[in-house]
């Protein structure tokens, strides 16, 4: 053509980029051309009327403009297309469909990997149907799962299960599913070698029209590693964490929401406190405010303001807290302090520390097995056993609303496990 001809020209001058347009009737489709040829294969035009179609790279009309929106799928020669009744389907250059049933919605994020994601809506996004295609529009995962993410070399998808959680699986080479983890949310990309979890937590939703309530839901986040272990539990409301100075200031606990006028956006009445990167609560989530300059941070509680140091706020707190091996002990149940001794649930800090655990309920006994260790424990007692031979506790294990409690620090040296107390920050670490 003696436009392309003349816009090579040009870039032998200057350089630099120029602009190839080709004209079609009254439709104009651009297309940015270099000295290795078109970007792409394939355009989207738009006619007046906002419906849209594809051109091919000399501005051909190869897929008529009469849907209302398409996504390119250019090394596949197919296109993604959406019908005015606001179903998707696929269709390639000669326009032939290749789903019997249209779609909510067809993600062609990851095409470049060979796969896209198709689905139907649900009722909410944690309860979405999605599967999965191949380039060939093979169905490789059926339109059974709520979750995708691709890692950089495999696809997980997951699958919401009885408990509300989801139970993850890779897909192999052979396009056959392996369990992989279950986690109480779905998965999104982050930085920092670590993913979001999504949640949500059931509240009522505010109709500012009526000043009336009715149920909904108000979505949460958490963080998971690479492996998939959850380091922090999604139930704070924030979109993401911003970590400055090592700590993030997130809000929970919301029990109503309202919808921003100004922004589409569910602002909860939760509290807010701080968190650490290992999902510790630096700071109590009970604040009306927090806010930050630098590192200093002010926090508001019933018109009362608190400006605290970084430093200070680890110092703000009275929770202690257990770590083993550096990763913090999650339980429903705070540790205890008696008589300058720190007590947690048996079950808890067995578990922790991979140990066997046997309970006798009638002689509220416990015989924990670890390795080449047995230690009998009887509540009210300051004496165990560690292999049959009597050891001294400094406060005894004693039963607290119907939970049996140990020190930590005996249970711990019985089983040969090193403990140190961090007095400055109230931390606890238990290394096997």
Known sequence: MKLKMLAAVTLAITASLSLNVHASGNLNVSEW??????????????????????????????????YKDIKLLPDWDKFAVQDKNGKWTITNVGGERFFKDKYDFIDTKYYDKGF???GINGENEFNNKAGIIDKDMNMIVPVEYQSYLYTGSKLFVGKLNSNNE?????????????????????????ADNTYYINSYRVCREHNTDNNQYSSGYITTIGLADNDFNVIIEPV???????????????????????????????????????????GNEITECKYDSITRIGNSYTLTLNGE????????LYNNTGEIKIKVNGIQLKSHNSPVVID????????????????????????????????????SISAGSNEILVNN??????????????????????????????????????IVSITK
Do not use: M
């Open 236 to 278: 704070y409301e924030n979109k993401s964490f911003a970590f400055n100075n090592g700590v993030a200031i997130v809000k929970k606990g919301s029990t109503a929401y309202t919808i921003s006028n100004s922004v589409s956006e569910k602002i909860g009445n939760g509290k807010y406190g701080i968190i650490d990167k290992e």
């Open 340 to 375: 300058n001794s720190v007590l947690l649930p048996l079950r808890d800090i067995t578990e922790a520390l991979d140990a066997n655990l046997e309970w006798n309920n009638e002689t509220k006994t416990a015989v924990i097995t670890n390795n080449n260790k047995t230690v």
């Open 166 to 190: 989801y139970d993850y699986y890779t897909l192999n080479e052979d396009n056959s599913l392996l369990y992989t983890a279950t986690l109480p949310g779905i998965l999104s990309s982050n």
């Open 305 to 312: 303001r608190e400006a605290l140091k970084l430093n200070e």
């Open 33 to 66: 051309v270099d000295d290795k040829g078109p970007v792409e294969k394939y355009n989207i035009l738009t006619k007046p009327n906002g419906l849209k179609g594809v051109t091919n790279k000399n501005g051909d009309e190869i897929i008529d403009a009469i």
């Open 389 to 426: 031979k009597p050891v001294q506790l400094s406060t005894p294990a004693q039963i607290i609303n119907n939970i049996t409690y140990i020190p930590v620090r005996g249970i711990s040296t019985a089983l040969d496990c090193k403990v140190d107390w961090d007095s400055n920050n109230k």
């Open 116 to 118: 896209v994601a198709i």
